[in-house]
């Protein structure tokens, strides 16, 4: 994962969690800011009222729980489904972390076609499962 250099100072002075996310993406500054970027402009139109937060010095998308985390890595953008592996997946985006009970991943590299439609229904189950799991 990397970590900004001006993350933890930044949280230290009160930065609202959409601050941090939009230096994250500045910081970036390649494919994997606008892929960041465009992955939370998705999150945001699939669930309208998705709560922005930023915990372990990465953007967390929440709906009565955390829906997905978005970490970037050298090569890749990682969208990471708490719940991953209790949605279905008609479209096969999982590509990451296949192996665990819980969690499941899409990896974004350099040069993926994203399949928007496909991303923002499974936003919306991952929001939906929350919301039964809440009652």
């Known amino acids: 994962m990397n970590k900004s250099k001006s993350g933890p100072k930044e949280e230290r002075e009160g930065a609202s969690a959409s ?8 910081e970036l500054g390649d494919w994997r800011g606008e892929t960041l970027a ?11 009222d998705v709560v922005e937060e930023w ?7 929440s709906h009565a729980g ?7 890595y050298k090569k890749a953008v990682k969208l990471t489904f708490a719940k991953g592996a209790s949605l279905e997946d ?15 991943a899409i990896d974004f590299h350099e040069g993926d ?3 928007e439609k496909a991303l923002k229904t499974l936003v ?12």
């Open 124 to 135: 919306r189950a991952a929001a939906a499962l929350n919301s039964a799991s809440a009652r």
């Open 38 to 48: 465009r992955v939370r402009t998705l999150v945001k139109q699939a669930v309208p």
């Open 113 to 115: 076609k994203m399949d």
């Open 19 to 26: 601050q941090l996310i939009d230096a994250k993406i500045s």
């Open 66 to 72: 955390i829906i997905c985390t978005g970490e970037t």
């Open 90 to 104: 008609p479209s096969g985006l999982f590509n990451s972390s296949l192996e665990g009970n819980t969690r499941r």
């Open 55 to 61: 915990k372990w010095s990465v953007p967390v998308w």
